[in-house]
């Protein structure tokens, strides 16, 4: 990726736009963090802008940016990258790459590449160094996330990988998880759990009665005392939780599909999903023969 710069130089604040913040979340307790550390020991990194259209957009120093502002801050330092609006994005995970994005900010900038600059996933994939598979994940999880929920994760309201794991479910039933999770101030493994609830449940009704109940009924506790100890799981164990959990899987998905015709989707759902069924064929075929060669050989001994 082209990454020449110019020197670092002040701008005026009143210029900078924000397109690219819809990338990223911005914390309210490390923003007050940020406009103390402005106070205190003044402006310490230059943000990082680039040009378009004549005006200069924000990569990195949102948090930065905002703070000064409410300061009363008319300038800043900051670099200006020479890089297309692609690259940008591109340079917002390549900035943040030792703290990393959460799954969410990876999925809206692998989401805003796909569907704003019509990248292709294979493309995406190479720009970003992620396998193909990885592209498709984050696309499937911002697509299937309702995006109340993504506005709950925005104003702090649910973490991040709670809001992950609510996207596991049907969207009808995201906004009732999402309230749960906010009233009652679930952490992300309780999410975990309550999900794994309402997906072990056989329909929609009882899914909205589950989630209507841990609303609005009493909490549920832990049992005080140390967690119970595990026991230790021998192959055999592991095999046979695995095939459960395919014939499982496969059963529901089987379901799922029968249920909902693709049409029903948006068309860059339907071909998203079309595409992993595409992908999935050959992967059960695989399965299907070496299930056939190790039963024939069981049969035989």
């Known amino acids: 990726m082209h990454e020449a710069h110019t020197a670092t130089r002040m701008v005026e604040i009143a210029r900078l736009g924000e397109r690219l913040s819809a990338l990223r979340l911005c914390d309210a307790a490390a923003l007050t963090t940020v406009r103390r550390s402005l106070e205190e020991h003044g402006q310490l990194a ?10 200069l957009e924000i990569i990195d120093g949102f948090k930065r940016v905002r703070a000064a ?11 200006i ?55 498709w994940r984050r696309l499937m999880l911002v697509e299937a996330l309702d995006p109340l929920v993504q506005t709950d994760v925005r104003l702090g309201l649910i973490a991040p990988r709670a809001a992950v794991a609510v996207s596991r479910l049907p969207r009808g039933n995201q906004q009732a998880a999402s309230a749960v999770v906010v009233r009652r101030g679930l952490t992300v493994r309780q999410t975990e759990l309550l999900v794994e609830d309402a997906l072990g449940l056989p329909d929609d009704a009882a899914r909205t009665a589950l989630l209507a109940h841990r609303l609005d009924g009493p909490a549920t506790t832990t049992p005080p005392g140390p967690p119970p100890s595990r026991a230790v799981r021998s192959e055999a164990d592991w095999m046979s939780v695995d095939i459960v959990r395919v014939r499982d899987i496969a059963a529901r998905l089987e379901a799922r599909l029968l249920a909902t015709p693709l049409e029903a989707f948006s068309t860059g759902t339907a071909e998203l999903i079309r595409d992993a069924l595409v992908h999935l064929s ?17 049969a035989a001994a």
């Open 46 to 55: 230059a943000v990082t802008l680039f040009a378009e259209h004549s005006g």
């Open 69 to 79: 502002r409410a300061l009363g801050w008319s300038t800043l330092l900051a670099r």
């Open 81 to 135: 990258d020479e890089v297309s609006a692609v690259d940008a994005k591109l340079r917002v995970r390549e900035l943040h790459d030792r703290r990393g994005l959460t799954e969410l900010e990876e999925a809206w900038l692998v989401r805003s590449l796909y569907r704003e600059d019509h990248l292709r996933q294979p493309e995406i994939a190479r720009r970003m160094n992620r396998h193909k598979s990885w592209v």
């Open 282 to 298: 050959p992967v059960l075929r695989a399965l299907d023969g070496v299930i056939a060669t190790v039963t024939r050989q069981a």
